[in-house]
T-cell receptor
Framework: EDKVVQSPLSLVVHEGDTVTLNCSYEVTNFRSLLWYKQEKKAPTFLFML????IEKKSGRLSSILDKKELFSILNITATQTGDSAVYLCAGPFTSGTYKYIFGTGTRLKVLA | KAGVTQTPRYLIKTRGQQVTLSCSPI?????VSWYQQTPGQGLQFLFEYFSETQRNKGNFPGRFSGRQFSNSRSEMNVSTLELGDSALYLC??????????FGSGTRLTVV
């Protein structure tokens, strides 16, 4: 059964710290892996990763995929209180469909 | 470009009633998926529609159903509501290049 596992489940850091969030997956038919940030309501899209070893960056956030070891990491540098959220990773692991399997998320709290 | 629109934003229903939620996808997106999000279970896939056809279904009872219209708008229906159906229901529309874009969700409370 396809599944996505995120770690840690929760994390508390201080402003300015760097954090690394992990996402590992077991799939039969990998296509891509996505990262989302969820604050109060709908998850907002961060990154889509399809190729191994190519880092995607957006400001202080970056992510990379390792298709050999079946994991991805999301890095946030110089964290700010506004980064406090649940970070979700997900993938459409079945070809020809948009059925996404989500991890349970990592709850990040950044203290001032 | 308008995002994914879900209505209503909030709903309170009593046990045994039924409810219909609506989702309008991003213009040009033909795939619409529905998810249930609860604190204990996280985001759980309900079903996906593509060009008016249900393409995938999650592990939910038959009380949960949906449909998609020719303009790609989708509705989700839950019949005989139970307390455990209280959740945030999220709709997402998809394109191959951009993954999912979620709507703001409908918060359903069953009392």
């Amino acid at each position: 059964e396809d599944k996505v596992v995120q770690s840690p489940l929760s994390l508390v850091v201080h402003e300015g710290d760097t954090v690394t969030l992990n996402c590992s997956y077991e799939v039969t038919n990998f296509r891509s892996l996505l990262w989302y940030k969820q604050e109060k309501k709908a998850p907002t899209f961060l990154f889509m990763l399809t190729s191994s070893g190519i880092e995607k960056k957006s400001g202080r956030l970056s992510s990379i995929l390792d298709k050999k070891e079946l994991f991805s990491i999301l890095n946030i540098t110089a964290t700010q209180t506004g980064d406090s959220a649940v970070y979700l990773c997900a993938g459409p692991f079945t070809s020809g469909t948009y059925k996404y399997i989500f991890g349970t998320g990592t709850r990040l709290k950044v203290l001032a | 470009k308008a995002g994914v629109t879900q209505t209503p934003r909030y709903l309170i229903k009593t046990r045994g009633q039924q409810v219909t939620l609506s989702c309008s996808p991003i213009s040009g997106h033909r795939s619409v998926s529905w998810y249930q999000q609860t604190p204990g279970q996280g985001l759980q896939f309900l079903f996906e529609y593509f060009s008016e056809t249900q393409r995938n279904k999650g592990n939910f009872p038959g009380r949960f159903s949906g449909r998609q219209f020719s303009n790609s708008r989708s509705e989700m229906n839950v019949s005989t509501l139970e307390l455990g159906d209280s959740a945030l229901y999220l709709c997402a529309s998809s394109s191959q290049q951009a993954g999912y874009t979620f709507g703001s969700g409908t918060r359903l409370t069953v009392v």
